[in-house]
């Protein structure tokens, strides 16, 4: 599986959109990006996923550039609750969890 | 529908004795697989079965093992157990079909072992 690099924190304003970048420039054709997220203690919880396209559903939105060298998820509307560790992987299978993105949501 | 089920949720141990958990994954998943998470080492991958078979083995010593029933259940289990494997152990359970590998997690077992 591809290795994926993302920034350790990022905060963002509660109502604001929440944009957490990944690259992963090492991404084959057959690898799926995926965006899980960990609240505090939990297991962690699948967002999204996709190949080339972009992709929304009721939780977030993911952009994938051209390339597929780096993708975004976005939180449109981040709330209190979306306070957690942001992961992405690629994946064709074995899913290798790096360490994260720890998204900080303020009042 | 049920989600992932994983019990017991939490477990003190004490060194040199052995431990099993048990995954019960969503109805229809046939793919289970476990991680460990440590505040040191994050979440590493485990092992995966699909169909009663070992399909993928991350880099964890013999004591780890795991198996997968008929009903796609499966239990990981650790012997000689040591300080160090002190962890939240999380089961995750997919369909495995079409392509797409999107996992669904269990609340995870906390082990303390002392």
């Known amino acids: 599986d591809a290795k994926t690099t993302q920034p350790t924190s990022m905060d963002c304003a509660e109502g604001r959109a929440a944009n957490l970048p990944c690259n992963h420039s090492?991404?084959?054709?057959?690898?799926?990006v995926y965006w899980y997220r960990q609240i505090h203690s939990q297991g962690p919880q699948y967002i999204i996923h996709?190949?080339?396209n972009n992709e929304t559903n009721e939780m977030a939105s993911l952009i994938i550039t051209e390339d597929r060298k780096s993708s975004t998820l976005i939180l449109p509307h981040a709330t209190l609750r979306d306070t957690a560790v942001y992961y992405c992987?690629?994946?064709?299978?074995?899913?290798?969890f790096g360490d994260g993105t720890t998204l900080t949501v303020k009042p | 529908k049920a989600g992932v089920t994983q019990t017991p949720r939490y477990l003190i141990k004490t060194r040199g004795q052995q431990v099993t958990l048990s995954c019960s994954p969503i109805s229809g998943h046939r793919s289970v697989s476990w991680y460990q998470q440590t505040p040191g080492q994050g979440l590493q991958f485990l092992f995966e079965?699909?169909?009663?078979?070992?399909?993928n083995k991350g880099n964890f010593p013999g004591r780890f093992s795991g198996r997968q029933f008929s009903n796609s259940r499966s239990e990981m289990n650790v012997s000689t157990l040591e300080l160090g494997d002190s962890a939240l152990y999380l089961c995750a359970s997919r369909r495995d079909t079409g392509g797409a590998y999107e996992q669904y997690f269990g609340p995870g077992t906390r082990l303390t072992v002392t």
């Open positions: 992987i690629v994946t064709a299978g074995k899913s290798t």
């Open positions: 996709g190949l080339k």
């Open positions: 079965y699909f169909s009663e078979t070992q399909r």
């Open positions: 090492t991404i084959s054709g057959n690898e799926y």
